[in-house]
């Protein structure tokens, strides 16, 4: 069992920085990959950025690729997405998802646990 909590959304100015954190519950955190995925009202959920257990893995969406970095502390069981060169169609709800042996990073149900979400606000 593992419970994931986002923390680090906000307001930012288009252009702004956001880092966000999802920490996570749990002895065998290290073994899941991590997801990241943002809602806006009226549209569908969809894939971000997600990480495999050893941090070894990246994939983005491209639509913030070059923009958003995610990273992982084992350590500190906890997933970080840092959100550079912010744009106003960034805005949503952010969620951090685990899963494990996920072959397809990029699929929402292929992840287990969901946090409860963060919002991200850009102003333009």
């Known amino acids: 069992q593992v419970q994931l909590v986002e923390s680090g959304g906000g307001l930012v100015q288009a252009g702004g920085s956001l880092r966000l954190s999802c920490a996570a519950s749990g002895r065998t955190f290290s073994r899941y990959a991590i997801g990241w995925f943002r809602q806006a009202p009226g549209k569908e959920r969809e894939f971000v950025a997600a990480?495999?257990?050893?941090?070894?893995?990246?994939a983005y969406t491209e639509s913030v690729k070059g923009r958003f970095t995610i990273s992982r502390d084992n350590a500190k069981n906890t997933v970080y997405l840092q959100m550079n060169s912010l744009k106003p169609e960034d805005t949503a709800a952010y969620y951090c998802?685990?899963?494990?042996?996920?072959?397809?990073?990029?699929?929402?149900?292929?992840?287990?646990?969901w946090g409860p979400g963060t919002q991200v606000t850009v102003s333009s």
């Open positions: 990480i495999t257990w050893s941090g070894s893995g990246r």
């Open positions: 998802a685990a899963g494990l042996n996920i072959l397809t990073l990029s699929r929402s149900s292929a992840y287990d646990y």
